[in-house]
């Protein structure tokens, strides 16, 4: 891996120096600010959506549950033959240096994993070698609002492509439906849309997992409904289990979420939202019971990973 060089030395001069909260990126073992990193326009990621990412947090600098994220991004690669030049050992390194780098303790990790350029065709063969970079920004926090009063969600018309199409487990730099089923959303003045399986049953949100608890059980769809394998999911998943409230994985149709007694959804930007209704359903419990428990656990863990040495 190319060292990289400081980062203030990196910039041309002293007016371009890093102004507080700026983003960061790194990029081939350099680290530089974001707003100078650049991309080829002949990169397949932008030219096909050909490459692969993961969004990660970091607390207090520690970044969150980094091995899970390098495993399902390396998986990811391996579904779509991209071979990258950085080991595990590397890509932990150049998180742990751009995290170092920020002039914020607490922010978003965006590793992003592109095909490369290559010629105007889109036969990978073309392209001998993948761009690897890593944003790292602060967080758009979901809008206090939102956490407060709930999140309305709509079903949207829009289905999540078939596995047969697109398997979920791949995290790829494709997203069209999921948004064009966010833009339904925005359409319909809701916060978020799920979308439906190929089967009408429910697979997730446009960037987050599905849950809804009924008679005190804690339901979620396995991956197989066509749900990325969401590592806040599984996370929630082993603190419900810690906690002693039951758990299934379990398909689930669009009228589970309408008559759950509580629904929220999960994700590495989002963490854990309170869903309030669904197709103006209101449910009778937002937040609920069990979601403020998860939330209070959730919070304890990431503020543990936050002192972890
Ligand atoms: C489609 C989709 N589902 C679920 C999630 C949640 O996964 P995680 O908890 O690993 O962030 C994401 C996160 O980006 C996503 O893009």
């Known amino acids: 891996m190319r060292r990289q060089r400081p980062l203030d030395t990196a910039l041309d001069s002293p007016d371009q ?75 932990t390194e150049a998180v742990h240096d751009i995290i170092a780098a920020c002039t914020f303790g607490s922010g978003y990790l965006r590793l992003v994993v592109t095909r490369g350029p290559g010629a105007l065709g889109l036969d990978p063969a073309s392209c001998p070698r993948p761009e690897v970079f890593i944003i790292a920004d602060r967080l758009r926090l979901v809008d206090e609002q939102v956490l407060e009063r709930g999140a309305r969600l709509i079903i949207a018309s829009t289905r999540r492509l078939p596995a047969d199409g697109l398997d979920p487990r791949i995290k790829s730099l494709n997203y069209l439906n999921h948004i064009l089923a966010r833009i339904e959303a ?62 299934r994985e379990t398909p689930l149709a669009p009228y589970d979420l309408y008559t759950a007694d509580e629904c929220f959804l999960t994700g590495t930007a989002a963490e854990l939202i309170p869903v309030a209704s669904i197709d103006g359903r209101a449910l009778p419990r937002c937040p609920g019971m069990l979601y403020r428990d998860l939330q209070q656990r959730f919070s304890a863990l990431v503020e543990l990973s936050g002192r972890a040495p």
């Open 17 to 91: 120096r890093r102004a507080p909260e700026q983003a960061l990126c790194w990029m081939n073992g350099e680290l530089m600010p974001a707003s100078r990193a650049r991309i080829s326009v002949f990169d397949h990621g932008l030219l096909y959506g050909d490459g692969v990412f993961e969004g990660i947090r970091f607390y207090d600098g520690h970044p969150f549950r980094l091995q899970e994220h390098l495993q399902r991004l390396v998986l990811s690669t391996r579904a779509l033959a991209l071979r990258i030049l950085y080991d595990n050992h590397e890509l």
């Open 186 to 247: 925005n359409h319909a003045g809701a916060d978020e849309a799920i979308l439906l399986n190929g089967a009408g049953r429910v697979a997730e949100g446009t960037a987050d997992n599905v849950f809804i608890v009924r008679h005190g059980v804690l339901l979620t769809p396995p991956p197989v409904e066509g749900a990325l394998a969401g590592i806040t999911r599984q996370v929630v998943l082993e603190l419900a289990q810690e906690a002693g409230i039951p758990v």
